[in-house]
């Protein structure tokens, strides 16, 4: 409809909101202290519930497809690592543990995968692992790629990547898929630099 209103005003910085598939309510971050927790309103009623509690920073919450799980990265085990809660924000449990960082996670519309950035010496990947964290296979590797967001039928990623300029500065920033195999990398044009892809779902003909 065009309308907009806003969902309350917090205490710190609120980020990274993001919607289960029923709309009824929203995850978000909110920093404060030096910390940052992830919360959940409820859109009918307003309430906002806590769902983490640590001296650590907890983001990016992403719903599974059913709306039962969220996945999340934390530094709460001393480096940027996935994890994953039900909905009521119990049942925390740690699924990267390859080398490197971990972040932006999203669950996949069939539920079977979830699609992360990785960053390991230096470069960025763009990979999948299952819900438990096993099958982790990285599909690009680059300069710098993140920001994956998953088609409707769960079988092609876009994401955002950017270039450097000759002198080691940040250069051009373009859109990208990739396919499940790894293979078939086609940049996605637009008139000028893009980024933050989002697919939308399959819209109605």
């Known amino acids: ?7 309350g005003s917090f205490e710190g910085m609120s980020f990274a ?10 995850a978000m971050s909110i920093a404060q202290g ?36 969220l996945v999340f990265n934390s530094d709460r085990g ?3 690592q996935l994890y994953t809660m039900t909905a009521d924000g119990g049942d925390v449990k740690r699924i990267s543990f ?7 996670p999203v669950w996949s519309p069939r539920g079977d995968l979830i699609a992360f950035t990785k960053m390991h010496q230096g470069k960025f ?10 099958g982790e296979r990285l599909l690009t590797e680059s300069w710098l ?12 990623i876009i994401f955002q990547r950017q270039f450097p300029t000759s002198r080691g500065k940040l250069g051009a920033t373009r859109l990208y898929t990739i396919d499940l195999t790894g293979y078939n990398l086609r940049e996605v044009l637009t008139p000028m630099d893009g980024s933050d892809p989002a697919w939308s779902p399959l819209l109605p003909l």
Do not use: A
């Not at 990947?125 to 096993?134: N, T």
């Not at 993140?146 to 092609?156: H, I, K, T």
């Open 1 to 7: 409809t065009g309308r907009e209103e806003s969902l």
């Open 17 to 26: 909101p993001r919607f289960p598939n029923d709309g009824h309510s929203v």
């Open 34 to 69: 030096g910390n940052t927790k992830i919360y959940k309103m409820n859109l009918s009623d307003r309430r906002l519930v806590r769902l983490t509690d640590c001296n650590c920073i907890d983001t990016s919450p992403y719903f599974s497809p059913d709306g039962s799980q």
């Open 78 to 80: 001393g480096s940027q």
């Open 98 to 104: 390859g080398d490197g960082k971990y972040g932006t």
């Open 125 to 134: 990947y763009i990979g999948v692992m299952r819900p438990d964290g096993s």
């Open 145 to 156: 790629d993140e920001g994956p967001s998953w088609s409707p039928n769960g079988r092609v």
